[in-house]
């Protein structure tokens, strides 16, 4: 018995060091599973697509031009990628898109090997301001804020999923 009760603490100082070495940001990485146009998020269930609407999934990147759209224009987005992509892709809502947030990220407010090419720009999710009903919420990759202030009529991106 006291050999067992020594061994506890040499197996807590391995653990320890393992984590630091490991590095806790690729413990937020190893929560997604690239499948090329999407990913999926195990954390949450979900299925990400990997670019952000106007940009295509081609051997490892997103290439093109990211589009800002309006939020009128994003049941016809969601139709297209439904029939294109199949699924029941739609907008996330705030707390699923907050969860890619990445605050130790530099530039851009997301890993960008999970979702290359992402805009340092502002996001819509499905959420209405419950203070301000004409305002929606959206996500800001750029500074990895919320903001409760954007018309429907004022273009922002998009990124779609799905639940898994």
């Given at each position: 018995m006291s050999k067992l009760n020594s061994s506890f603490p040499k197996i807590y100082?391995?653990?320890?060091?393992?984590?630091f070495l490991f590095n806790f940001n690729n413990v937020w990485?190893?929560?997604?599973?690239?499948?090329?146009y999407y990913v999926i998020d195990l954390s949450q269930k979900l299925e990400w697509m990997t670019c952000t609407v106007g940009m295509k999934w081609d051997q490892n990147k997103c290439i093109g031009k990211p589009i800002k759209v309006k939020?009128?224009?994003?049941?016809?987005?969601?139709?297209?990628?439904?029939?294109?992509?199949?699924g029941n892709?739609?907008?996330?809502?705030?707390?699923?898109?907050?969860?890619?947030?990445?605050?130790?990220?530099?530039t851009?407010?997301?890993?960008?090997?999970?979702?290359?090419?992402?805009?340092?720009?502002?996001?819509?999710?499905s959420e209405k301001n419950p203070w301000q009903s004409q305002f929606m919420?959206?996500?800001n990759f750029f500074?990895?804020?919320?903001?409760?202030?954007?018309?429907?009529f004022i273009p922002n991106h998009v990124r779609l999923v799905r639940d898994r």
């Amino acid at each position: 018995m006291s050999k067992l009760n020594s061994s506890f603490p040499k197996i807590y100082t391995i653990i320890i060091i393992l984590l630091f070495l490991f590095n806790f940001n690729n413990v937020w990485a190893t929560n997604f599973i690239s499948r090329g146009y999407y990913v999926i998020d195990l954390s949450q269930k979900l299925e990400w697509m990997t670019c952000t609407v106007g940009m295509k999934w081609d051997q490892n990147k997103c290439i093109g031009k990211p589009i800002k759209v309006k939020l009128d224009q994003i049941d016809s987005i969601i139709s297209q990628a439904n029939d294109q992509l199949e699924g029941n892709w739609r907008l996330p809502n705030r707390k699923e898109l907050e969860s890619l947030v990445c605050k130790d990220c530099k530039t851009v407010k997301i890993n960008l090997k999970i979702f290359p090419n992402t805009p340092a720009e502002s996001f819509w999710t499905s959420e209405k301001n419950p203070w301000q009903s004409q305002f929606m919420w959206t996500v800001n990759f750029f500074t990895g804020h919320t903001f409760g202030r954007f018309p429907g009529f004022i273009p922002n991106h998009v990124r779609l999923v799905r639940d898994r």
